[in-house]
């Protein structure tokens, strides 16, 4: 079993639709990233939280620590949203991240 | 803007040949930096973290003396691929993370697309 692990593997949606990832983990973490993965292989970082929810503009991300989950939410979804997307645990013994398998997301206009 | 900048973004080469890799934190100083090698559909894998001047801390099963990494300053970091074979070809992509503060995002490059014939 993964330290870090998403869901779904593979997404896809039409133009407009509401988006969620979701990811569960099983270490300790001190933070938690989001990264979006583009088809070039540039990685950015979308959001990294330790604990609520953090928003910029239609992109949404929240994290229960109790419970080890967190989630990425894409409202209004468009197709240059079309990307991998990856959780990425900072643990708190160091500072590696653990990635998860990461989401395709394919947005169709 | 990018805040980290990696060099080249794509090298073809025979084998055999050792290839250089850089990793610039653009507006930033960099204490540590990381190395990552992703193959197609797999997510980024841990290579080695850069420690400016000192040695590299490999992941097991990462040969050392193969993939050479030197951090001589607080804002480059380089990976050598030495003798490389097919079997080295891959995505590589270096993250950094500003000096002293834990609690910031890593910022990554655009990673490097190493193809070796």
């Known amino acids: 079993k993964n330290e870090v692990e998403q869901s779904p593997q593979n997404l896809t949606a039409q133009e407009g639709e509401f988006i969620t990832i979701n990811c569960s983990y099983s270490?300790?973490?001190?933070?938690l990233h989001w990264l979006q993965q583009h088809p070039g292989g540039g990685i950015v970082s979308l959001f990294m939280?330790?604990?609520g929810k953090k928003k910029h503009g239609r992109l949404i991300a929240t994290i229960n620590i109790q419970e080890k989950h967190s989630s990425l939410h894409i409202t209004a979804s468009h197709p240059r949203d079309s990307a991998v997307y990856i959780c990425a645990a900072l643990e708190t013994s160091g500072s590696r991240l653990t990635f998860g398998e990461g989401t395709q997301l394919t947005v169709n206009p | 803007g990018a805040v980290v900048s990696q060099h080249p973004s794509r090298v073809i080469c025979k084998s055999g040949t050792s290839v250089k890799i850089e990793c610039r934190s653009l507006?930033?100083?960099?204490?540590?930096m990381f190395w990552y090698r992703q193959f197609p559909k797999q997510s980024l894998m841990l290579m080695a973290t850069?420690?400016?001047?000192?040695?590299?801390?490999?992941e097991q099963g990462v040969e050392k003396d193969k993939f050479l990494i030197n951090h001589a300053s607080l804002t480059l970091s380089t990976l050598t691929v030495t003798s490389a074979h097919p079997e080295d070809s891959s995505f590589y992509i270096c993250?950094?993370?500003?000096?002293?503060?834990?609690?910031?995002?890593?910022?990554f490059g655009d990673g490097t697309r190493l193809s070796i014939l």
């Open positions: 939280l330790s604990s």
């Open positions: 270490v300790g973490i001190s933070a």
């Open positions: 850069s420690n400016e001047g000192s040695k590299a801390t490999y």
């Open positions: 507006d930033f100083q960099a204490t540590t």
């Open positions: 993250s950094a993370r500003r000096w002293a503060v834990s609690n910031q995002p890593q910022h």
